[in-house]
């Protein structure tokens, strides 16, 4: 009885680890957030904007600097006007619904956002939107100039992220009166009917989840999959002899079949030992506009004007991941031995009697694992054993009266 409660134990230690390990290797790890500092030294500035937000009639606008820590440069918008930068304050980037004020316009007006910068300056120049604005008609006074571009971006922004509105008799306090007219030709652009929304959230410059992904030899272990905005270079990996890594369908991969959504799998061969792999993917790539970025443990009392990227200019970027395995297990014999019988007294009778040991059960012979669950044939067995054991010892009864 002892042994066999050891072994009811064990085996529930065994159900409980698999169900941990399934469990661990289904939770998501994503890669590292881009992480950077606003560049106070490398603003480009548009006019100051009269949008009537909160009695303020004179907010500055400008294309924001930033520098993620690997070097890499980027143009950002402000979508947080009550807020005030802190250039000492390091910034991360996060998805849309990670945005620190719930109740913010920005929430429901993220993809008018995202139209509007993917419409607006710098992703579209200057002379470009000159062009498009007087194809539509409109009135320019010596088209539209990279200062007028960026007042017009930035209020168009604010109107859906901050839910203000371009004072339009009176939209820049100290600008001159051509620019005036123009910043209003481009805002009601931006703003208007034309803007259907861009509602894809961008995709990551370069980006592997999971980071990190768990299984068994004889098994692919993955799906790893890639999102980038850029082409990926280069395919290095530390990979033990005859694990690869490959597509979903077992076919090899070198970095040109690599692409934007890919599902990268480690190949571990069966009988291969239980260890670990690793790969790295390079990339040129840029941090795609419409990104957010927030300030890092952003609270009450520790909070910086959260910032979208506008564009950035493209660097060599790098993106990690490994997976890890164990030996495969050999599913277990379900055959067992039958313990010795002892004679504990001689009777004279022809009878055998029968041992309360379980029938041995038939070998696994298909290679697949053993089947989880209650068997439909114990119940029988069991009622087998019970009624021979007392069919022996009626006999038995029956003999020794009679001696």
Not at 152 to 181: C, E, I
């Amino acid at each position: 009885m002892a042994s066999r409660l050891k072994l009811a134990r064990a085996g529930a230690a065994v159900v409980g680890a698999s169900v941990a390990l399934m469990m661990s290797s289904a939770l998501p790890a994503g890669a590292d957030p881009a992480k950077g500092d606003v560049d106070t030294n490398n603003y480009v500035d548009g006019y100051d904007v009269n949008v009537g937000k909160g009695g303020r009639a004179d907010l500055d606008t400008s294309l924001i600097g930033f520098r993620l820590t690997d070097g890499t440069k980027l143009r950002m918008y402000c979508v947080e006007i009550d807020t005030s930068i802190d250039a000492e304050h390091s910034m991360v980037e996060q998805p849309w619904d990670k945005y620190p004020n719930p109740d913010s316009p920005f929430n429901k007006n993220r993809d008018k956002i995202n139209w509007v910068l993917h419409n607006g300056y710098p992703v579209v120049g200057a002379d470009e939107l000159t062009e498009i604005l007087t194809e539509q008609g409109k009135t320019l006074n010596d088209g539209i100039d990279e200062k007028e571009a960026i007042t017009a971006t930035q209020a168009a922004v604010w109107h859906y992220s901050d839910d203000t509105k371009l004072n339009r008799s009176n939209p820049l306090p100290d600008g001159p009166g051509g620019a005036k007219d123009d910043v209003v030709v481009l805002y009601d652009y931006l703003t208007g009917d034309a803007n259907i929304g861009k509602g894809d959230q961008p995709t990551p410059a370069l980006a592997i989840a999971p980071a990190e992904k768990s299984g068994e030899a004889g098994t692919r272990i993955g799906p790893f999959t890639v999102n980038t905005t850029g082409e990926i270079d280069e395919l290095t990996a530390n990979l033990p002899e005859g694990v690869k890594i490959t597509d979903v369908d077992g076919v090899e991969l070198t970095a040109d079949k690599i692409k934007n959504n890919a599902q990268l799998y480690l190949d571990v061969p069966e009988g291969t030992e239980a260890g670990e792999a690793s790969f790295e993917l390079t990339a040129n790539a840029s941090v795609d506009t419409g990104r957010l970025f927030v300030g890092e443990k952003y609270s009450e009392k520790n909070k910086t004007q959260s910032l979208i990227v506008a564009t950035a200019e493209k660097s060599e970027l790098s993106a990690k991941a490994k997976g890890t395995w164990t030996a495969a297990t050999t599913p277990p014999s379900s055959t067992t031995e039958a313990p010795p019988t002892t004679t504990t007294e001689t009777v004279p009778t022809t009878e055998t009697t029968t041992s309360e040991a379980p029938a041995p059960q038939p070998k696994n012979t298909s290679g697949d694992l053993a089947e989880t669950g209650a068997s439909v044939f114990t119940p029988i067995l069991i009622g087998v054993v019970l009624l021979g054991a007392g069919v022996g010892a009626l006999l038995f009864l029956r003999h020794r009266k009679r001696a």
